[in-house]
T-cell receptor
Framework: DAGVIQSPRHEVTEMGQEVTLRCKPI?????LFWYRQTMMRGLELLIY????????DSGMPEDRFSAKMPNASFSTLKIQPSEPRDSAVYFC????????????FGPGTRLTVT | KNQVEQSPQSLIILEGKNCTLQ??????????LRWYKQDTGRGPVSLTI?????NTKSNGRYTATLDADTKQSSLHITASQLSDSASYIC???????????FGTGTRLTIIP
């Protein structure tokens, strides 16, 4: 299996622009997670899905952030409008089940908002 | 408030030496604790997952310990190699709501 796939790997955009990050989880996994990582705050869970349904979005920083999972093999995280403080590395991860199971992380998308 | 604190923030050791990283947490109720290794520019990779009843778990040269009474965990690396240079992140899961609380990591550098 190719693992969790994210695109793009790097994104540079200007403040106010819309940004869309994409994720393809490992085939067969029923949980998908979106994380954000910064030097100051480390890794933070933004939202997670189970069987394509959002379960907990309490980590989404504000209404400018939205996430969708239209099917089992694709998810998007959208920021509109983007701000410089959104600059971070965004990771997608997937797992088969919850609890004492492995989460497999993608390579991340490094977002820079100027 | 659920918190995970790791120490030291950074560590530099000579290749071949051993080292121990610490993780203290206040997450309650406890479900499990994970150690991840994150190479620069890559996503975290799981090293171990430990539940309440497990005191020690090994993965090659990595050995994790857990003391659920004192809410402390350690990750011991034996005979370090240059490829061990990475950030090591401790993550604790809540029992019930399944929320994860992340430490800010220890940056380990192995020098030849």
């Amino acid at each position: 299996d190719a693992g969790v796939i994210q695109s793009p790997r790097h994104e540079v955009t200007e403040m106010g622009q819309e940004v869309t990050l994409r994720c393809k989880p490992i085939s067969g996994h029923d949980y998908l997670f979106w994380y954000r990582q910064t030097m100051m705050r480390g890794l933070e869970l933004l939202i997670y899905f189970n069987n394509n349904v959002p379960i907990d979005d309490s980590g989404m920083p504000e209404d400018r952030f939205s996430a969708k999972m239209p099917n089992a093999s694709f998810s998007t995280l959208k920021i509109q409008p983007s701000e410089p403080r959104d600059s971070a590395v965004y990771f997608c991860a997937s797992s088969l089940g919850q609890g004492v199971v492995e989460q497999y992380f993608g390579p991340g998308t490094r977002l820079t908002v100027t | 408030k659920n918190q995970v604190e790791q120490s030291p923030q950074s560590l530099i050791i000579l290749e071949g030496k051993n080292c121990t990283l610490q993780c203290n947490y206040t997450v309650s109720p406890f479900s499990n604790l994970r150690w991840y290794k994150q190479d620069t520019g890559r996503g975290p990779v799981s090293l171990t997952i430990m539940t309440f009843s497990e005191n020690t778990k090994s993965n090659g040269r990595y050995t994790a310990t857990l003391d659920a009474d004192t809410k402390q965990s350690s990750l011991h690396i034996t005979a370090s190699q240059l490829s061990d240079s990475a950030s090591y992140i401790c993550v604790v899961r809540n029992f019930g709501n399944e929320k994860l609380t992340f430490g800010t990591g220890t940056r380990l550098t192995i020098i030849p």
